[in-house]
């Protein structure tokens, strides 16, 4: 049968339909070709960010990982005219706030590679909060003269020196009682990858109830004797868990769902110094959270490169002697009940 005439404007309409229609299965093609995600996970990946085009974390090549290819995150389509996988540009701040997934930096005597820190985050994400655990360098006076231009920059500050697991515990509390859910937590002092903030909010947004943990890639600058010790600690982890699949226990750069956390912390007088990465980590996997392992290039700064370490090997390696013995208690009184998880979780 042919088909009927339609009034020019109705006809029109039916055209511009057509048109649209095809652009948007075309557009559906080229997603499944370049291997998106589900369309459900691409409007998880950043909730209420509202970008307005982002097609995918930058990750440097290799590091792909654990994690699988990088979460597609283009919530809605490019405006006309934008070219077709165009990456977040490095220099563009995201000023649309998430309102349930935050950046948290504890920050001591960092100096100028705090800045460097602040402003790399805040490129990759909104809102970033820093905790300045009683500095006396003044970078706190600056970080608050930085943050009345910036709204998307928070600077909270304690009186004293109280450690980095107290300071990420005060700013829990305060982002708890703002309605945030989730914590990306980074060190100040430009170690940690601000490149990709995204890719881990993305996963951690995909799998709430999750615990996003990074896995230091690491270069030939890094400490050797560094390197070496940490395996150390993370064989004490992965006994205390029963291999639950912690990747690094140690490496600071992760996000935690800020209400098991919460718990946990204010559940003992512990994790309020170095000890705070490797308990938090082995004390939510016997809570039930389940680790996601993300690799994450870690670059180590010279002191002549404004590098700046506060790790002192005597005093931090004898206080992660002391956490794992009081972990490895923890873990005997509760081997039944884990050894009785871990077998349910077991393939078949």
């Given at each position: 049968m042919p088909a009927p005439d339609l009034p020019r404007r109705d006809a029109h309409r039916a055209s511009a339909d057509q048109r649209a229609e095809g652009r948007l299965r075309a557009d559906r093609q080229d997603r499944r070709r370049a291997g998106a995600d589900h369309p459900h996970r691409e409007q998880l990946a950043f909730p209420r960010q509202r970008l307005g085009f982002l097609p995918e974390a930058r990750v440097p090549a290799g590091l792909q990982g654990e994690a699988g290819p990088p979460l597609r995150t283009d919530g809605r389509c490019p405006r006309p005219g934008a070219e077709p996988g165009k990456l977040l540009q490095v220099g563009a701040l995201i000023t649309s706030p998430s309102t349930t997934h935050l950046v948290l930096i504890p920050s001591y005597n960092t100096g100028a590679k705090l800045f460097e820190t602040v402003r790399a985050a805040r490129r990759h994400w909104t809102p970033v909060w820093v905790v300045v655990d009683g500095s006396t360098d003044g970078t706190g006076e600056e970080l608050r003269r930085l943050a009345e231009r910036d709204p998307g920059l928070r600077v909270l500050a304690l009186p004293t020196n109280a450690g980095k697991g107290a300071a990420v515990l005060h700013g829990l509390r305060e982002a708890e009682?703002?309605?945030?859910?989730?914590?990306?937590?980074?060190?100040?002092?430009?170690?940690?990858?601000?490149?990709?903030?995204?890719?881990?909010?993305?996963?951690?947004?995909?799998?709430?109830?999750?615990?996003?943990?990074?896995?230091?890639?690491?270069?030939?600058?890094?400490?050797?004797?560094?390197?070496?010790?940490?395996?150390?600690?993370?064989?004490?982890?992965?006994?205390?868990?029963?291999?639950?699949?912690?990747?690094?226990?140690?490496?600071?750069?992760?996000?935690?769902?800020?209400?098991?956390?919460?718990?946990?912390?204010?559940?003992?007088?512990?994790?309020?110094?170095?000890?705070?990465?490797?308990?938090?980590?082995?004390?939510?996997?016997?809570?039930?959270?389940?680790?996601?392992?993300?690799?994450?290039?870690?670059?180590?700064?010279?002191?002549?490169?404004?590098?700046?370490?506060?790790?002192?090997?005597?005093?931090?390696?004898?206080?992660?002697?002391?956490?794992?013995?009081?972990?490895?208690?923890?873990?005997?009184?509760?081997?039944?009940?884990?050894?009785?998880?871990?077998?349910?979780?077991?393939?078949?």
């Open positions: 009682r703002q309605g945030f859910t989730h914590a990306l937590t980074m060190d100040a002092d430009g170690q940690h990858p601000a490149d990709l903030i995204p890719r881990f909010q993305a996963i951690s947004q995909a799998h709430p109830d999750a615990l996003v943990l990074g896995k230091p890639v690491f270069d030939d600058a890094a400490p050797r004797l560094r390197v070496g010790g940490r395996k150390i600690s993370n064989w004490w982890a992965d006994l205390e868990t029963l291999w639950t699949g912690i990747g690094d226990s140690l490496f600071g750069f992760r996000v935690y769902p800020i209400a098991p956390l919460r718990a946990v912390m204010e559940g003992n007088r512990w994790m309020r110094r170095f000890d705070f990465d490797p308990e938090a980590s082995v004390r939510l996997c016997w809570r039930g959270l389940r680790p996601i392992n993300v690799p994450a290039p870690v670059r180590y700064f010279k002191p002549e490169e404004g590098g700046v370490s506060h790790f002192n090997y005597v005093r931090d390696n004898a206080l992660l002697t002391w956490m794992h013995v009081r972990l490895m208690l923890g873990f005997i009184a509760r081997l039944p009940w884990l050894a009785l998880r871990r077998l349910r979780s077991s393939p078949r």
